[in-house]
């Protein structure tokens, strides 16, 4: 199947999708500081850059975007163009998303993964929901959590 807009509009668009700042990031920051969480947020010393860095509880949370890091919900589908370009770039995303985490564990960080899917959709969890569900992981000594749609197994 071919794009259905031309390669300049397309670039256009891609452009405009951003790295940081996301809805889905701002949401579990909000939740977080409404829970009485303070954070720093891309530290740059910290391998990957992580979105919000908990240094009193030496703990991470990472928000993840369903489409750009291949997660396997009901949101995520492989693109129908330009498929070994998507492919590269999505297995690429989630290779460098396992080595990052190796390093931060090394470094004995603790470290959560937030799905967009769990924040979007029918199947998203409730913000109280997940907000008990960080708080009581960033207060424990648990090393992972990874939060996903309710559709999905948690870990």
């Given at each position: ?89 999505i297995l ?38 997940l907000a ?24």
């Amino acid at each position: 199947m071919t794009d259905i807009v031309d390669r300049k509009t397309r670039s256009r668009m891609m452009s405009g999708i951003r790295g940081r700042d996301t809805k889905p990031e701002i949401t579990v920051r909000s939740l977080l500081h409404r829970s009485g969480f303070r954070f720093r947020l891309h530290v740059r010393e910290l391998p990957g850059k992580p979105d919000i860095v908990l240094p009193r509880y030496r703990a991470i949370v990472n928000v993840m975007g369903c489409f750009w890091h291949g997660h396997e919900c009901a949101t995520f589908r492989w693109p129908s163009t330009r498929k070994a370009f998507w492919r590269g770039k999505i297995l690429e995303n989630r290779r460098r998303d396992h080595a990052v985490g190796a390093l931060l564990l090394r470094a004995n960080w603790r470290t959560a993964t937030v799905w967009e899917c769990a924040l979007r959709g029918r199947t998203a969890r409730s913000e109280a929901k997940l907000a008990r569900t960080l708080s009581s992981w960033i207060r424990s000594r648990s090393s992972h959590l990874v939060v996903e749609s309710t559709s999905n197994l948690e870990s």
